[in-house]
């Protein structure tokens, strides 16, 4: 999940709070980004849109997964925005065993080729991703896509990205698949010869082996543990005003007049914009802005 990736996924952050529901299912496949403008689109490389490609690969999981016997549900079917505690608490509500957030990559100079997954550095949480992002990832191979391996990454509270953060934080392994680069030459020969309909097929074949392996099995049937991880305990409880160090006023006072009313207009469309930026690290509005005046944004 390259720069533009993450503040866009940072972006979409929004106040907690709005109710969510779903189907049980044991797998929870969430269709990265979504909603209105370019701010639920993810990377934007024409003629792809992160948030559509991201859809049509996660339908097309979810109808194999389903058809193979592994109950899978979607934290959204259309082109709606959610926050990424929301992902994870649909996630919740339908007892999931697993979190697969579907994303595709991006990098500015274009350059970047392969398929990544990015989970959880916590115990178990660690095991089940790496074990079943490894299935999918050499099943991604097996495409033409390079094998970029499992990550992790370290936040201020925990894991550092959100979606894998929340979910760990209310006990569920969670995986971020970055499919290939929609902006490379090369993963997009590869995503054009096969069409997404291949991609799904390899997440759903990568799933469904490492369920039927012994960690999955355990996962399936309790046995093993995944209790909550991540130091930041009410990761999923947001609430206005307990961000990045302050309230509002003294966060302005990091930007200038013309940065800030950028920075609000990006997080216009919640209706509080400031209360959201609250809650996002100084140094990611800081890079966010650096991002822009380079003209990535
Ligand atoms: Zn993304």
């Not at 980004?33 to 370019?38: K, S």
């Not at 994870?88 to 339908?94: D, V």
């Not at 392996?213 to 991880?229: C, K, V």
């Amino acid at each position: 999940m390259r720069r533009i990736g993450r503040f866009l996924a940072i972006l979409m952050l929004c106040v907690a709070g709005m109710a969510v529901s779903a189907a049980a299912a044991t797998v929870m496949i969430d269709p990265g980004h979504g909603g209105a403008g370019t701010q639920g689109a993810g990377a934007i490389y024409p003629p792809y849109m992160e948030k559509s490609l991201t859809l049509d690969v996660a339908n097309q999981l979810c109808a194999e997964l389903n058809a193979s016997g592994v109950s899978a549900a979607m934290t959204r079917t259309g082109d709606t925005a959610l926050s990424l505690p929301e992902r994870a608490s649909i996630a919740k509500n339908s007892g999931a065993k697993l979190l697969v957030s579907i994303h595709f990559n991006a990098s500015s100079p274009h350059d970047k080729t392969g398929s990544a997954v990015w989970t959880s550095m916590f115990g178990n949480h660690y095991k089940v991703g790496a074990e079943c992002g490894g299935q999918i990832l050499s099943q991604l191979t097996s495409l033409g896509f390079v094998n970029k391996g499992i990550w992790t990454k370290a936040g201020a509270q925990g894991d550092y990205y959100g979606v894998v953060r929340y979910g760990t934080s209310l006990g569920i392994p969670t995986i971020i698949v970055e499919h290939c680069y929609m902006d490379n030459p090369i993963d997009r020969a590869i995503l054009e010869r096969v069409g997404t309909g291949a991609l799904a097929h390899a997440d759903a074949v990568g799933i469904t082996g490492f369920f039927s392996g012994p960690t999955g099995q355990a996962l399936l049937n309790g046995t093993l543990d995944t209790s909550a991880a991540n130091t930041a305990s009410t990761a999923v409880a947001i609430s206005a005003g307990s961000g990045a160090g302050g309230g509002s006023s003294s966060l302005k006072s990091n930007f200038t007049d013309a940065e800030w009313q950028w920075l609000l207009s990006q997080w216009a469309y919640t209706g509080n914009a400031e209360a959201v930026m609250s809650q996002v690290p100084l140094a990611d509005l800081k890079a966010l802005i650096e991002e822009h005046n380079r003209g990535n944004i």
